[in-house]
């Protein structure tokens, strides 16, 4: 068995096309170093700006506890380090969030994005490996068993005392080794150019990630070639075996996740923006009758009668305005992981998305920063109730349409601009950058696919004719 | 000669296994997409009417011409159902102000922002992604599969050149993928017209026909691939990889390592820069008008009152809250001060803004140019040109959006609105109608109104709404672009040329044994 593997290490490194795919796969493995080295810092630097800008803005405010908790600030997320692994879209998906101690607007992208680029799918890690490695397994493996059949090698192998069961685990252990030797040499050159690039910040969250992505990555390529060899051994000619990998391997890259695109697209009905506003509208008309009407006009006291009613009146409409856009972004958020879910059919698709979850980025990352700023939110609007609480001459009407059109409604002291609660102190916190969670399911799932295939190929391999 | 080739040719292939399997695959995959996206485009045109409707019904509403923003929408096109190119998520929507050129359309007919990271699946990608390997499929074993078995040898045994034999093989394995392609593609239009019901006009079906055409020369393109692979290398299993791995550089890892490095190479300058100019100059502006207004004012004797307007109602009741002819005075002033100022910086925001956007346009012709050899990126251009999906058509309809901005502009201006008129601009009441006594009056029944809770649009009379002709209507239509459609498919075709000469060149040095 042992030297069954060893024979096919040695062919398998020898051979022409697996010299050729394997140069394209270390291409490609070189380019995402610099793509995303390149990305990282750009996004790194415009993070600083909007940050400096915000620390800027809140020390002019600071003189007033009203224009501080009033100031609308640009929260930008943090760039994920790991991107490099699993892109997910991360220069089209919203990155910029305008909030204040009383709501957030809805997100923006102010990346540096190009929406005149076409559309196709990143070069990160998941699309090299998902895509063009489980293609090099292919090349290299279908003709495992049918081409030995062919070569007449077969028959040669199997009059020598070895068991079918180690004929099968020589043939995959050797060609595994074979497209792990090649997965650990690119990845290594990638991850150094980033280090290199001062794009990669080697801490044990960042490393563990990269351990878990591998792992994936294994287990995603380990069941192409089991695949391989299943097939490899099911067909007489290695040319047709070929055709019918070349197939599968369409459905797994392409057909799978674009099917469940469309099925998730139909299934989840997102409302259209205008509807979005229509509801917002009579949902405030249907509140505006319950309330006395002369409570709503503003004299510029803000000690006059009914401007409690004032108060509560903005504060439900704020509430209906957030809940309706929040209604909106969370079924496209339930829309999108539809797509993550129903692509899990394909090993593809379940490493494409389980990296994503992973490095935090994609849908994963963007529902997470949502949650985030939501909690920000909370803090402010906590941290403005209580320091106004201690300002004896305010009117105590904390509330505010957002853009600060009413003045002096509490308290105007001006604030220690140490005690502000920042967005930073969230994003470090919360470790945005690389999550800790495991993904349990999709390496079960994956384990399990690879179990189920490794049995189907070998029983394919025990009542294969080798004449 | 030539013909009993490639009848023999085409005979072998049709009933190869590979091609039973092209059928089957291109079929469903493309029956499937069109199925969905032919619904998600009449959702989409229905969504676009309604919109459409809707604020044409608005728009016939107002009755100060202060109050016109008039909504233009951008109509999604049939043909995006075989192509959906970058436009889909891209917003449909401009309202046109005053104090805004527009940049970028808001809101989609879609709506979800976060698809915009999933690349979609229609027959385009189909073509470029199946079409193209069954391309490879269909030839890799045309030269060197006869030599291994032997059958070369007898070929030219009989009296025929090298190039009948090469053009024979490379038109038979054409037109047996041009089946599959055309049966789908007959299929889907079926589809559409049948299932969905939609209609298509005469230049469409120009657009189609060109569209299958590509298809059809972006399979001939592997086909040639696929020989010349076979004919530069002795073995078909080692032409299959080769061509198989070109195929991987060419279609998946060009068009996305192309995007990447130009991001790479050509950095945009930072989106900050023009929202701190958006910021500056709105307080800048607003100080200036501040400012001018009080001169004026004191100039004018006209006494400064608090001009607190009241939101959400209409332009006639804007002064009514006040209820004083000085207030309306300074509203007039107001508007004669302000107009060309924020309208400049309107210009100067564009002007910023339209800085970036060639910028991009720079960095996506560069990443043209770094795909320039790859098929996929030459047959992706000339569908999305074709079906009015790419990046250009949107540039027009902002265009045609900021050039009707400057059209409402210029006749309000003609008018006189910002300067000698401008009270007619918030007001349809003759200039000697508007004493404090009659706005007294009517403030009194503005309350009364809002007291029983009744609209406050149009609330003093039934007035009626302003002449359609005020507003000069808007029209853009999602056209085929047969001049951008032309250069990608003329590239296509030289490819299919010289590879097919490439490859005829090496096998005329092929060893037949």
């Known amino acids: 068995m042992i030297n069954i593997a060893r024979n096919q290490i040695r062919m398998g490194l020898k051979d022409a096309k697996f010299l050729f795919m394997a140069m394209l796969v270390l291409i490609a493995f070189v380019v995402n170093g610099f793509i995303y080295s390149g990305s990282y810092h750009i996004a790194r630097e415009d993070y600083e700006r909007s940050q400096r800008k915000t620390e800027q803005d809140l020390e002019a405010s600071s003189s007033s506890l009203l224009d501080v908790t009033n100031y609308m600030q640009t929260a930008v997320r943090p760039p994920s380090p790991l991107s490099f692994i699993a892109d997910g879209g991360s220069a089209q998906l919203p990155n910029s969030w305008q909030v204040n101690a009383f709501m957030y607007r809805n997100p923006e992208n102010k990346a540096r994005s190009n929406e005149q680029l076409p559309i196709v799918i990143p070069l990160d890690w998941s699309f090299i490996i998902g895509t063009l490695m489980s293609l090099l397994t292919i090349l290299i493996s279908y003709e495992a068993v049918s081409g030995e059949k062919r070569d007449g090698t077969l028959r040669l192998l199997l009059s020598n005392p070895v068991s079918r069961m180690q004929l099968f685990l020589g043939k995959y252990l050797g060609l595994l080794s074979v497209l792990l030797i090649t997965l650990a040499t690119c990845a290594a050159v990638s991850i150094t150019i980033l280090i290199t690039q001062g794009a990669l910040p080697l801490t044990a969250d960042v490393a563990a990630s990269i351990g878990w992505a591998l792992l994936l990555a294994c287990l995603c390529l380990s069941f192409f070639l089991l695949l391989s060899i299943a097939v490899s051994s099911l067909v007489v000619t290695p040319a047709i075996g070929l055709v019918i990998l070349i197939i599968a391997w369409i459905l797994a890259v392409a057909a799978v996740p674009g099917a469940a695109r469309m099925v998730a697209e139909q299934s989840v009905k997102i409302p259209a923006i205008y509807e979005v506003t229509r509801e917002i509208e009579a949902r405030t008309e249907a509140m505006q009758r319950g309330m006395p009407l002369n409570s709503l006009n503003w004299d510029g006291n803000p000690f006059a009668e009914g401007m409690r009613n004032r108060t509560e009146y903005c504060r439900r409409r704020i509430a209906i305005i957030e809940e309706a856009w929040d209604k909106m972004i969370y079924e496209q958020i339930r829309q999108a992981r539809l797509i993550n879910f129903l692509s899990y059919v394909s090993p593809t698709g379940l490493i494409n998305s389980a990296l994503q979850d992973i490095c935090e980025t994609g849908i994963s990352g963007f529902e997470k920063t949502m949650d985030l700023v939501g909690r920000y939110q909370d803090q402010l609007h906590d941290f403005t109730l209580a320091v106004d609480k201690l300002d004896a001459e305010s009117p105590h009407l904390v509330y505010t349409w957002g853009d600060g059109t009413d003045p002096g409604v509490y308290s105007t002291k001006p604030v220690d601009l140490s005690t502000i609660p920042r967005i930073q102190a969230l994003w470090r916190s919360s470790g945005l950058s690389a999550s800790q969670a495991v993904p349990w399911l999709q390496l079960i799932l994956l384990a399990a696919a690879n179990l189920q295939m490794a049995v189907m190929a070998f029983f394919a391999l025990l009542r294969y004719d080798p004449r | ?513």
Not at chain 2, 146 to 165: A, D, H, M, Y
Not at chain 2, 185 to 212: D, E, N, R, V
Not at chain 2, 375 to 383: C, D, E, K, Q, T
Request: proline share 4%; net charge neutral; aromatic share 12%.
């Open chain 2, 1 to 513: 000669m030539f013909y009993h080739l490639f009848s023999k040719e085409v005979r072998e292939l049709l009933m190869t296994f590979r091609f039973g399997a092209a059928l089957i695959t291109t079929f469903v995959l493309i029956a499937l997409s069109v199925i969905v996206l032919g619904d998600d485009y009449l959702r989409r045109r229905s969504e676009y009417n309604r919109l459409a409707d809707l604020y044409a019904q608005e728009a016939a509403e107002v009755y100060v011409p202060s109050l016109i923003s008039p909504q233009l929408h951008r109509p999604p096109s049939p043909l995006s159902i075989f192509a959906e190119g970058d436009t889909k998520h891209l917003g449909n929507t401009v309202g046109i102000s005053r104090w805004q050129v527009p940049v970028h359309a808001a809101g989609s007919l879609t709506d979800n922002m976060l698809l915009k990271a999933y690349p979609s699946f229609d027959l385009m990608t189909v073509f470029i992604l199946v079409v193209s390997v069954f391309g490879v499929l269909f030839s890799y074993d045309s030269l060197s599969g006869e030599r291994e078995r032997g059958i070369l040898k007898q070929i030219f045994s009989n009296p025929v050149s090298r190039g009948t034999v090469y053009v024979a093989k490379f038109a038979a394995a054409s037109a047996v993928l041009a089946i599959p392609v055309a049966i789908s593609f007959l299929a889907s239009l079926l589809i559409i017209s049948f299932y969905h019901g939609i209609g298509f006009t005469g230049p469409m079906w120009t657009a189609l026909a060109l569209m299958l055409f590509s298809g059809l020369v972006c399979g001939a393109v592997f086909v040639a691939l696929g020989i010349a692979c076979s004919a530069l290398v002795r073995r078909s299993s080692v032409a299959l990889v080769l061509s198989l791995f070109l195929l991987a550089t060419l279609v998946l890892f060009m068009p996305s390592a192309a995007n990447g490095l130009s991001g790479y190479f050509i950095p945009l300058k930072p989106r900050s820069e023009v929202d701190m100019f958006v910021e500056k100059s709105l307080s800048e502006v607003r100080e200036e008008v501040n400012r001018r207004l009080a001169e004026e004012l004191q100039r004018l004797g006209i006494a400064r009152g608090d001009s607190s307007m009241i939101g959400n109602t209409s332009g006639e009741s804007l002064y009514l809250f006040d209820g004083n002819a000085a207030a309306f005075a300074q509203y007039v002033q107001r508007v004669i001060i302000s107009e060309p100022r924020y309208q400049k910086r309107a210009d100067d925001i564009w002007n910023l803004e339209h800085s970036h956007w060639e910028a991009k346009t720079r960095q996506a012709e560069f990443s043209a140019v770094l795909s320039l050899v790859s098929p996929a990126g030459h047959l992706r251009r000339a569908f999305t040109a074709l079906a009015g999906t790419d990046f250009e058509t949107y540039g027009k309809f902002m265009e045609a959006a900021r050039l009707f901005r400057q059209q409402l502009l210029r006749s309000f201006r003609a008018r006189g609105y910002f300067d000698r008129n401008a009270w007619e601009f918030i007001s349809r009441r003759k200039k000697d109608e508007i004493t404090e006594e009659k706005y007294r009056a009517r403030g009194v029944k503005y309350i009364e109104r809002m007291q029983r809770r009744e609209p406050l649009t149009n609330w003093e009379g039934n007035w009626d709404p302003l002449p359609t002709s005020m507003i000069p209507t808007f029209r853009f239509e999602v056209e085929p672009d047969f001049e951008t459609a032309l250069q990608p498919i003329s590239i296509l075709s030289l490819m299919a040329i010289l590879l097919c000469l490439c490859g005829f060149l090496a096998f005329l040095r092929m060893d037949v044994r």
